[in-house]
């Protein structure tokens, strides 16, 4: 059974900062992985999708990589904001999770001022 | 614009009275599924339907039964809602199956059920 992992659970950075959130999971037969964002009392909202036979993928200040062998995954923020406060889910799709997502149970990133 | 609508997005009620979360989707998705959201317990799968009258369990169904007559509506019904089904629901939808190309899931913005 497929199990995602995400860490830190909670991370708290000064505007301005670099910052990297984390995801593992365990059965690396994926078909692809995506990022989400979730804000307070709103639903997820798709950041980055990147397929099985891809590195990574870019968005603005975002870039998500992969490593399916290893299976893990990053999604790097550049020059945080406080708008980009929120819950960041990561999840997978395939393998023994056909037919839904696999989510991960998210980082909480305050940037603070 | 392109949105996943679910209602009512709260409900409190007492167990045993039957109830009904709708979705619908406007974007002509094959694929749609029911979350429910728990602290501690992430995101979990209750059902999914990959087309009209097409539906499969998920990793939570117990409670819970679905229905797909058309392509755009998704609901979920509690025939006998527990406490135990108190949660943050959310109902989504891709053009197809998640994992086949390169379609995101849209989500709706959750519907916060309290069953006393």
């Known amino acids: 059974k497929q199990e995602v992992t995400q860490i830190p659970a909670a991370l708290s950075v000064p505007e301005g900062e670099n910052l990297v959130l984390n995801c593992s999971f365990t059965?690396?037969?994926?078909?692809?992985l995506q990022w989400f964002r979730q804000d307070p009392g709103k639903g997820l909202t798709s950041l980055l999708l990147?397929?099985?036979?891809?590195r990574e993928q870019t968005s603005g200040r975002l870039n998500a990589s992969l490593d399916k062998s290893s299976g893990r995954s990053t999604l790097y923020i550049a020059a945080s904001q406080p708008g980009d406060s929120a819950t960041y889910l990561c999840a997978v799709a395939g393998g023994t999770s056909y037919g839904k997502l696999t989510f991960g149970q998210g980082t909480i990133l305050t940037v603070h001022p | 614009e392109a949105q996943v609508t679910q209602n009512p997005r709260y409900l409190i009620t007492v167990t045993g009275k039957k109830l009904t979360v709708t979705c619908s989707q406007n974007?002509?998705?094959?694929?749609m599924s029911w979350y429910r959201q728990d602290p501690g317990l992430g995101l979990r799968q209750i059902y999914y339907?990959?087309?009209?009258?097409?539906?499969d369990k998920g990793d939570v169904p117990e409670g819970y039964k679905v229905s797909r007559k058309e392509k755009r509506n998704f609901p979920l019904i509690l025939e006998s809602p527990s406490p135990n089904q108190t949660s943050l629901y959310f109902c989504?939808?891709?053009?197809?199956?998640?994992?086949?190309?390169?379609?995101?899931?849209?989500f709706g913005d959750g519907t916060r059920l309290s069953i006393l």
């Open positions: 339907s990959m087309n009209v009258e097409v539906t």
């Open positions: 989504a939808s891709s053009l197809v199956v998640p994992g086949i190309g390169n379609q995101p899931q849209h």
């Open positions: 974007m002509n998705h094959e694929y």
């Open positions: 059965d690396s037969a994926i078909y692809n």
């Open positions: 990147i397929q099985s036979s891809q």
